[in-house]
């Protein structure tokens, strides 16, 4: 420590030393992790780490980098002039002027600044790759080879709409074909089970909708703020706290709901404990490496998570480049039900490219509690498509005011907004990536000459192209709340299993900032 203190010192962006041109405040680290603006290179590492682990312990209140610092042999300090490009120079005692270097963060920087992610997170985000859930497939095989069976686990793949959107657009494919491509993939590899999280998201939309017309009727806390995104989810936490937390909804995200799913009924109806069953999700989105984490989807009794690994759609186009497999010539194979056998069709939901959660609480409290039949939804834009508004009037009067904002520029007015009691919506679709999810950051990246803006775009039609359903109509999601959860959306047993709880990160200056 004494030698690093020599050569190093640990600068906030926001200090006064002239080497950091400026700051990247807690909440533009998460808006770039979350939107993956580090580059390819830097996020299609096989896990997220932090270096120097020992140095980070508690979260920060400002965004640190590590900045080298040449001894000074006078003892007289330096003139810095701020120039109109914003650039900064030195000023020598002899007039003399240097341009001083602009600080570089780069991803591990990012993270090594525990404000977004302490050290104890990154020890579980290691375990989130795809290398663990090969080590997983080997040791299995492994067992089987030396007559072990008690010790394989069944292994479960979990894929989102929007990370097979993304390998479709990569793949030149359709939705569909991509789909049961990426079954055939992964049971070719040793993967015993491929589900679609789109039918857990049913439950997350079902559940938020009820939450979502008990606190307008009974006059709880609005706006009710979605809780999918768990970028956003971050940064309420360790950013606003107990202020913020109320308002979010509490149903979980469809991975975390798919998580539960699959510990608990599917390993009863396989009789299997949780612990024996290895779950991975894939994703759009890094972020869902530390959802996965979270103590609140550990189950003690069993010493298992949930949601035991967490892959995004980069690291699913690496392992296939791993294995040298052209996904357009593998096999296609229809992906499994959770009542056991296989799904022929699979269905979206309307609304966007975020899970629709907008449209679908919007028609659902338009009907329960005002008797309207919304036969489309009119989205407002307001200066920008990140931040839409959506309004139900009846006889003149507005009875419900919707909107969905993207982007941490939109959460931050968002905020701001609700802290001076001048927010007037009912319920905020909140998403950390501009764009929304099939923007995340861990969607795979274009090659030139297709740009990111092409990309996405293809992205989002592959997306869409998914024929919909509305969520009460799911007979597999309607049969578990029947057999599982014994009671509808919104009841106890329903808020027990299929809710969740958030917690406030207090902020404490890091010991590096004491000699200041």
């Known amino acids: 420590r004494e030698r690093e203190r020599e050569r190093f010192c640990f600068v906030p962006c926001v200090s006064r030393l002239s080497i950091v041109d400026c700051a990247l405040d807690l909440v533009l680290a998460r808006g770039l992790l979350a939107s993956g603006r580090f580059g390819r290179a830097a996020m299609a590492s096989h896990a997220l780490k932090l270096t120097d682990l020992n140095d980070f312990i508690t979260p920060s209140q400002a965004c640190i980098k590590p900045v080298e610092v040449k001894p000074q042999t006078s003892g007289k300090a330096a003139k810095i002039r701020i120039e109109a490009d914003g650039s900064y120079t030195q000023i020598g005692d002899d007039g003399s ?26 020890v579980l985000i290691e375990m989130q790759n795809h290398k663990e859930m090969e080590k997983v497939i080997a040791e299995n095989l492994i067992a089987y080879q030396q007559g072990r069976p008690d010790d394989v686990k069944l292994v479960v793949v979990s894929l989102s709409p929007q990370a097979v959107a993304s390998v479709a657009a990569q793949f030149g494919l359709q939705w569909g074909q991509a789909m049961r491509k990426l079954c055939g993939f992964f049971k070719s590899i040793g993967v015993d089970l491929v589900f ?7 439950f997350s939309l079902l559940e938020s909708q009820e939450e979502f017309v008990k606190r307008k009727s009974e006059g709880g806390m609005l706006p009710m703020l979605a809780s999918a995104c768990p970028g956003w989810i971050c940064y309420a936490e360790k950013t606003h706290g107990d202020f913020v937390l109320p308002y979010i909804s509490t149903a979980k995200s469809p991975q975390q709901v798919l998580g539960t799913v699959v510990k608990q009924p599917l390993a009863k109806r396989l009789g299997k404990t949780p612990d024996s069953i290895y779950h991975v999700s894939v994703m759009p989105c890094f972020d869902k490496k530390l959802e996965a984490s979270r103590e609140d989807f550990y189950q003690e009794a069993f010493s298992t998570r949930d949601v035991d690994c967490v892959i995004t759609s980069i690291e699913v186009e690496s392992l296939l480049q ?74 003149g009067e507005v009875k419900l005011h919707f909107a969905l904002a993207y982007g941490f520029k939109c959460i931050q007015n968002v905020v701001r907004k609700i802290k001076r009691k001048k927010c007037p919506y009912d319920f905020i679709e909140i998403m950390a990536c501009p764009k929304g999810c099939n923007n995340g950051g861990g969607q795979i990246r274009p090659a030139e000459p297709e740009t990111p803006k092409e990309r996405f775009e293809a992205v989002d039609a592959v997306y869409k192209s998914v024929p919909v359903e509305k969520p009460e109509s799911n007979a597999v999601v309607q049969e578990l709340y029947s057999t599982w959860i014994q009671g509808d959306p919104g009841c106890a047993t329903a808020v027990s299993l299929l809710h969740t709880q958030y917690h406030p990160v207090e902020k404490t200056i890091i010991p590096h900032l004491e000699s200041w």
């Open 97 to 122: 002027k240097t341009k001083l270097e602009k600080a570089s963060i780069t991803l591990n920087d990012c993270l090594a600044c525990s404000g977004c992610v302490t050290s104890a997170e990154s």
């Open 322 to 395: 791993e294995k040298g497999v052209d996904l357009s010539s593998v096999a296609e194979v229809p992906h499994d039900s959770i009542l056991g056998g296989t799904v022929s069709e699979t269905h979206s939901h309307a609304g966007g490219g975020s899970g629709g959660y907008l449209e679908h609480i919007y028609r659902y409290a338009a009907s329960r509690l005002f008797n309207v039949d919304v036969e489309e939804v009119a989205y407002k834009a307001k200066r920008t498509t990140d931040f839409q508004e959506v309004t139900l009037e009846v006889d």
């Open 196 to 202: 679609d999280t789109a039918f857990s998201r049913v």
